[in-house]
């Protein structure tokens, strides 16, 4: 029991306590920037897949849910109003469109400003965020035409053979 209170224990059980405080305080300087990029590049990778997904909606929006000569004023209203709203830090957010006859494709593009000396792990001041999205078009009246018309052609060879 003397031993607990000796000067000797005493001074050891201190010097092992500043030794560890030492030793925390330098791996705190390289664990906190580290972890604080691998949030930032969370935010970065949510923004990219709510872009993504707004890019794949305003596609398929403006796929089937209007006549042709509508499709690009359509199109240029989805564009302005999704998923702008969801992104945490993409800034700078713009929306393009491109229609072709048998194509539609919807881009965002935006960039994350890296804050602080995460720059230096990064190597550059931003980060972009842009997503592209491409959709065949695909208009159901022809095919529904060609069902309609198949069906009424077995109704009429059905009806020939059942009267002959």
Known sequence: MSKLFSAAF???RTRLSAVFTVEAALLMALILPVLLSLIYLGFLDHDRGVLQGAACETAA??????PDKARANKLRTLTEGIGKDAVL???SLESSFSLSKDLVQVSYTGSMKVPGLLPRLFGRETLPT????????FSPAPAIRKIRGLRYLSSRLNGKEDSS
Not at 130 to 137: E, H, N, P
């Open 10 to 12: 005493i001074f050891a």
């Open 61 to 66: 929006l403006a796929d089937n849910s209007v």
């Open 89 to 91: 830090v993409s800034r």
């Open 130 to 137: 842009g997503r592209t999205f491409s959709r065949k078009l």
